[in-house]
């Protein structure tokens, strides 16, 4: 797939960006900067204990890939009406802004990146045609991630 035809893959040339898919059990990582990588990338994964812990765990990733743009999926149901889950994964966001000041921060919608990834997963020799439930989270967080370079 072709990202260079997107606005935001222009907008972010050169910039490397985090995806987060937050969740209270497991947060998925993918990670991609436009103009080096083919393409986003599953990166890694953190298993839940607090918002703190995951906050922290982040520095080091941020850090270490000298990461400059944040994008945190947004869970809303399939007719676009807000969860439970889309207010917390917001409160986590005002944490994020927070934490990182000196990052852009995004929302992106993660509707059925989930499910695209299991399929993924199915229809593919790297995942020996099964869904790895350790790498689900970090599949879906790099789906995030393209949404977010096609989005107008």
């Given at each position: ?9 222009e ?6 960006i ?9 947060t ?7 103009g ?8 890694n994964?953190?298993?839940y204990?607090?918002?703190?812990q995951?906050?922290?765990?982040l ?7 000298c990461?400059?743009?944040?994008v ?9 009406n ?29 509707t ?11 229809n ?15 599949l879906?967080?790099?789906?995030i991630?393209?949404?977010f370079?096609?989005k107008?």
């Amino acid at each position: 797939m072709e990202f260079s035809n997107y606005k935001n893959y222009e907008r972010f040339l050169g910039k490397t960006i985090l995806a987060i898919d937050y969740g209270t059990k497991v947060t998925g990582l993918g990670i991609y900067t436009p103009g080096r990588d083919p393409y986003p990338l599953p990166f890694n994964r953190i298993v839940y204990k607090s918002d703190q812990q995951i906050l922290e765990d982040l520095k080091e990733f941020i850090d270490d890939e000298c990461v400059e743009v944040l994008v945190l999926g947004i869970p809303l149901h399939l007719d676009g009406n807000r969860s439970e889950m889309t207010e917390k994964v917001e409160a986590f966001g005002e944490q994020l802004k927070k934490s990182y000041s000196n990052l852009e921060v995004y929302y992106q919608d993660e509707t059925l990146t989930t499910y695209e990834a299991q399929e993924r997963m199915k229809n593919s020799p790297r995942y020996n045609f099964k869904v790895d439930v350790k790498k689900i989270d970090e599949l879906a967080a790099s789906i995030i991630l393209e949404d977010f370079i096609k989005k107008d």
